[in-house]
T-cell receptor
Framework: DGGITQSPKYLFRKEGQNVTLSCEQN?????MYWYRQDPGQGLRLIYY???????QKGDIAEGYSVSREKKESFPLTVTSAQKNPTAFYLC????????????FGPGTRLTVT | AQTVTQSQPEMSVQEAETVTLSCTYD???????LFWYKQPPSRQMILVIR??????QNATENRFSVNFQKAAKSFSLKISDSQLGDAAMYFC???????????FGKGTKLTVNP
């Protein structure tokens, strides 16, 4: 089945450690996105990539980094510089035609203590 | 900057009844797209319905329909014959033509009572 996978579903880390969240898609979509969701908030865009080896900052990129070495994969690293990393992280992908909707993965809940 | 406002943090509806969720947005653009996403307790975001701003006809997907009022910048979602499985958070989202960004509202929590 085509879709987006994110692993793991729950992730726990100690403060000061970097952690990488994975996102893989087999939809043959060119564009991929990372969002952060906090309680009572909508989704906020962290980074997005329209093509391999290229990506752009979203609204809240500070403390995060990404890479796009393969079309299918768009991992997100939460660095120790991110002040409030505990959140629910959602990955999405879409065709690059901007009329198309974004499809979302199941998300990763990151808890940093 | 574009903003999306969902003025109803919570709504409830009786099973089989109809409910309307409100969404307004702020933009000076004429080319844009609007979406409603559903987030059930599993937290997977699921697209419910989309509307292109250039289309006057309101989008419909089975029991889900929208009332798109472009001049008023309003994009409400109507759910007919509500089912228990419709219980979820519903997010309205805006995407400007030429932009990759989706701007989300803060969501409306829908409860469906049996």
């Amino acid at each position: 089945d085509g879709g987006i996978t994110q692993s793991p579903k729950y992730l726990f880390r100690k403060e000061g450690q970097n952690v990488t969240l994975s996102c893989e898609q087999n939809l043959n979509h060119d564009a991929m996105y990372w969002y952060r969701q906090d309680p009572g908030q909508g989704l906020r865009l962290i980074y997005y990539s329209q093509i391999v080896n290229d990506f752009q900052k979203g609204d809240i990129a500070e403390g995060y980094s990404v890479s796009r070495e393969k079309k299918e994969s768009f991992p997100l690293t939460v660095t120790s510089a991110q002040k409030n990393p505990t959140a629910f992280y959602l990955c999405a992908s879409s065709k690059t035609n901007l009329a198309y909707e974004q499809y979302f993965g199941p998300g990763t809940r990151l808890t940093v203590t | 900057a574009q903003t999306v406002t969902q003025s109803q943090p919570e709504m409830s509806v009786q099973e089989a009844e109809t409910v309307t969720l409100s969404c307004t947005y702020d933009t000076s653009e004429s080319d844009y797209y609007l979406f409603w996403y559903k987030q059930p307790p599993s937290r997977q975001m699921i697209l419910v319905i989309r509307q292109e701003a250039y289309k006057q006809q309101n989008a419909t997907e089975n029991r889900f329909s929208v009332n798109f009022q472009k001049a008023a910048k309003s994009f409400s979602l109507k759910i007919s014959d509500s089912q228990l499985g419709d219980a979820a958070m519903y997010f309205c989202a805006y995407r400007e033509g030429g932009s990759e960004k989706l701007v989300f509202g803060k969501g409306t929590k829908l409860t469906v009572n049996p």
